[in-house]
């Protein structure tokens, strides 16, 4: 008998997708815009190439000099060695120091997507599943003064007492093999609020839609077993790990209407919903699902959402304790009142350039293919 199930994990980027390394990128710094595209800059070749001597003097001056400043017009040419990768887009401001959010990759430049992002997805997935199925209620005796560990309770309660009988310890992805420099894109972003207006812009790498990630997801069978259960240490939530697929589209559907509602209801936002609605009537067949991966999910998609809305005096309860909200708001004001999107850029009738909500972020099709 197997102690394991295998799966391949194909995901495709149905919209543009950013998971952040944690670092931003300086303009003529870390990289450079020229002639519509964002080029990565290697520092240490262009200071190597303005060296024709070892002068300690020259070395010092050259290193206070932004490195994009030391290059000129016919150095931009992407088969140099002052350019690690040359992606397609141009952050919005081009001034000295302006940042980019930074996609992970690895240490060759090459993105991937990591197991943890998907596993989370997956994690979220499943909580929002277990919560009609063990028929939880909302209880603020069961939240936990500290946001970040407020919702313990209810994790123990659907995973597992404790970490060694969390049964997602039977669940591992991997990462991904990582893909080329030529899938990334430079992206622009907004926060968009209720009324349309736009706050917060964010400039950052990401992974364009189309683009295609390989990885391997395995369960655990031994950790759900007889066996693990002579030494207390069966897991429950078998069924939940082996129907992934139905459980993630159920949700999916859930989280595209609520957003592209949402997004119907802001007149410059008509073609996010498009797309948000155009995701949701996907053909799909069993072993294929929808997920929401990234910057770009918003509150709903890291917490328990719509199961923690049925009850909306629970709601309020929680929205003030935690302060989740900024600024003024009234009971029974819309939560969240905001969505992320990629945003582009249109000449309006006076000549000024506008932007307009283009884009949901971070939805991918994956297909799970059991190995036999």
């Not at 996609?103 to 997956?122: A, E, I, R």
Request: aromatic share 8%; hydrophobic share 40%; net charge neutral.
């Amino acid at each position: 008998m197997d102690t394991y199930e295998l799966y391949d994990l194909k995901v495709t980027t149905l919209t543009p997708l950013h998971i952040g390394s944690g670092r931003e990128l300086l303009n003529e710094y870390d990289y450079a815009v020229h002639k519509g595209q964002t080029w990565r800059l290697n520092d240490a070749a262009i200071l190597d190439a303005q060296l024709v001597e070892d002068d300690p003097k020259i070395a010092d001056r050259l290193a206070r000099i932004p490195p994009a400043q030391l290059l000129s017009d016919k150095d931009f040419d992407p088969a140099k060695p002052f350019f690690r990768y040359v992606i397609k887009g141009i952050p919005r401001s081009e001034e000295t120091g302006a940042q980019v959010s930074e996609q992970l990759k690895d240490t060759f430049d090459h993105p991937f997507l990591p197991g943890s992002s998907l596993k989370g997805s997956l994690r979220t997935v499943i909580a929002w599943t277990a919560w009609n199925e063990l028929k939880l209620k909302a209880s603020p005796a069961k939240l936990k003064p500290r946001r970040e560990w407020a919702g313990q309770g209810y994790e123990q309660e659907i995973f597992g007492k404790d970490p060694n009988h969390d049964f997602l310890r039977a669940l591992q992805v991997s990462d991904s093999k990582a893909i080329g420099a030529e899938e990334l894109i430079l992206l622009n972003a907004r926060v968009v609020n209720r009324g349309g207006t736009m706050a917060a812009p964010v400039e950052m790498e990401a992974i364009r839609a189309n683009a295609v990630f390989n990885c391997t997801l395995k369960v655990d069978l031994s950790l759900l077993s007889e066996w693990a259960e002579k030494y207390d240490l069966k897991l429950r939530g078998k069924d939940w790990l082996v129907n992934l697929p139905k459980l993630a589209n159920v949700r999916a559907q859930q989280r595209l209407k609520s957003d592209a509602d949402w997004f119907k209801a802001v007149e410059s936002a008509k073609k996010v919903a498009g797309f948000l609605q155009e995701i949701a009537n996907a053909n799909l067949s069993p072993t294929q699902f929808i997920l929401q991966l990234g910057w770009g999910t918003g509150w709903e998609d890291k917490t328990l959402g719509s199961r923690l809305q049925e009850d909306s005096s629970f709601m309020e309860r929680i929205i003030a304790d935690y302060r989740l909200t900024r600024g003024k708001r009234h009971a029974g004001d819309p939560f969240p009142k905001s969505r992320r999107a990629a945003i582009s850029f249109a000449k309006g009738a006076d000549g000024k350039i506008e932007e307009m909500p283009a884009s949901p972020m971070g939805w991918a099709l994956v297909e799970m293919t059991k190995r036999t």
